[in-house]
């Protein structure tokens, strides 16, 4: 017999990973053998773990799902990686590929779908989730016959470490310290995000963080 493949669990929710873990753990050939509250804790596990498959949540502390997932394909090129989401995004699931996952699974359908997803990652195939699929593909047909490119990233990489920080409620000097960054990068970033987005203020900002799984509500 092969030894299971060993797996990294992120999600800043404690029921969250229990429940997960017991669907995987039940498998003979998947076993958790790290767990991780938030995005950088999840990049540190991995770094001195030895791991096959990282499942990260994507609205977590910190650093998101997306976020730690980017500096694993870095760090790690052979490791294989999932995205757990609250939300069906078609964005998202564009941006989990280019991230370098191989697919991503609801939490609403993670007992029925979670094991085939962690299985087809290992064999380094995109994993999407039943129902999904004719959504995705008729989505992209339609824009191939107009023309229309697929989605684009509306912001940039830094830009959306700062949205997270603003919509976690952070200040532009809490947020300037923990990217050790100037308060006046942070202003010019903020006065960005707002203009891209068509937003006025704070408020709008959180908003639309949370709409796009950045934080949770």
Do not use: W
């Amino acid at each position: 017999m092969t030894a299971p493949a060993r797996i990294l669990l992120a999600d800043d929710h404690a029921l969250v990973r229990g429940g997960v873990r017991l669907i995987l753990d039940a498998q003979p050939d998947l076993t958790v053998v790290a767990e991780a509250a938030d995005g950088a804790e999840a990049v540190a596990r991995a770094r001195a773990t030895a791991i096959d498959l990282a499942i990260l949540d994507i609205a977590m502390p910190r650093q998101t799902g997306l976020q730690a997932a980017r500096e694993l394909s870095r760090i790690l090129p052979d490791l294989r990686i999932l995205m757990l989401t609250m939300y069906d995004n078609e964005q998202y699931f564009f941006e989990a590929l280019k991230a370098g996952a191989s697919g991503y699974v609801p939490k609403s359908v993670a007992d029925r779908d979670l094991v085939e997803a962690c299985r087809a990652a290992l064999r380094d195939e995109p994993f999407i989730y039943p129902g999904a699929e004719s959504a995705l593909i008729r989505t992209y047909l339609d824009r191939a016959r107009s023309g229309d490119r697929l989605p684009a990233r509306p912001i940039t990489e830094r830009e959306e470490e700062i949205l997270k920080l603003v919509a976690e409620g952070h200040s532009s000097k809490e947020i300037a310290q923990l990217l050790v960054i100037s308060v006046k990068t942070v202003e010019r970033h903020r006065a960005n995000l707002l203009q891209k987005l068509g937003m006025r203020d704070r408020l709008e900002l959180t908003r639309y963080a949370i709409r796009v799984g950045l934080i949770e509500p």
